[in-house]
T-cell receptor
Framework: DGGITQSPKYLFRKEGQNVTLSCEQN?????MYWYRQDPGQGLRLIYY???????QKGDIAEGYSVSREKKESFPLTVTSAQKNPTAFYLC?????????????FGSGTRLTVV | GESVGLHLPTLSVQEGDNSIINCAYS??????FIWYKQESGKGPQFIID?????DKRQGQRVTVLLNKTVKHLSLQIAATQPGDSAVYFC?????????FGPGTSLSVIP
């Protein structure tokens, strides 16, 4: 079945530690996105990528980094510079940029600072 | 430490009743709107969409209404079932930008 796989489902981070969230899709989508979801707030865009080897900052990119070395993969690293990383992180993909009707979301990773 | 988040609006309905979930959007230039359903601990799933040149669109047990005059979107769920319990949020798009609303938590009382 085609879809997006995020891993791990739960992740715990110690203070000062970098952690990487995985996102893999087999939908042959060009565009991929990372969103952060906090209670009572809409999804906020962290980074997005339109094609391989290209990515752009979203609205809340500070403290995060990404790479897009393969079409299928768009990992997100939460660095120690992100002071409030506890949140639910969602990866999404679409055929092309901004086509929200074609968004497929992963199941999310819940990150907690311990 | 953790941020203190806002509380989601909550709608409680009796099983079998109709549900109406509302969304106010911000950009009058938005030309496409989507409703998503998100169950606890899962990613959002597409429910129904509507283009800005339409006022109403119906799907299976769901209807979306668009009022561009007041920038308001609503999702109506007919004969609400326990499996409909989830957070519902809207999204608006213009050009290549997508803005997601905060959502409403729907709780179905058996």
């Amino acid at each position: 079945d085609g879809g997006i796989t995020q891993s791990p489902k739960y992740l715990f981070r110690k203070e000062g530690q970098n952690v990487t969230l995985s996102c893999e899709q087999n939908l042959n989508h060009d565009a991929m996105y990372w969103y952060r979801q906090d209670p009572g707030q809409g999804l906020r865009l962290i980074y997005y990528s339109q094609i391989v080897n290209d990515f752009q900052k979203g609205d809340i990119a500070e403290g995060y980094s990404v790479s897009r070395e393969k079409k299928e993969s768009f990992p997100l690293t939460v660095t120690s510079a992100q002071k409030n990383p506890t949140a639910f992180y969602l990866c999404a993909s679409s055929i092309s940029l901004g086509r929200a009707w074609g968004y497929t979301f992963g199941s999310g990773t819940r990150l907690t600072v311990v | 430490g953790e941020s203190v988040g806002l509380h989601l609006p909550t709608l409680s309905v009796q099983e079998g009743d109709n549900s109406i979930i509302n969304c106010a959007y911000s950009n009058s230039a938005s030309d496409y709107f989507i409703w998503y359903k998100q169950e606890s601990g899962k990613g959002p799933q597409f429910i129904i969409d509507i283009r800005s040149n339409m006022d109403k669109r119906q799907g299976q047990r769901v209807t979306v209404l668009l009022n561009k005059t007041v920038k308001h979107l609503s999702l109506q769920i007919a004969a609400t079932q326990p499996g409909d319990s989830a957070v519902y949020f809207c999204a608006e798009t213009s050009y290549d930008k997508v803005i997601f609303g905060p959502g409403t938590s729907l709780s179905v009382i058996p």
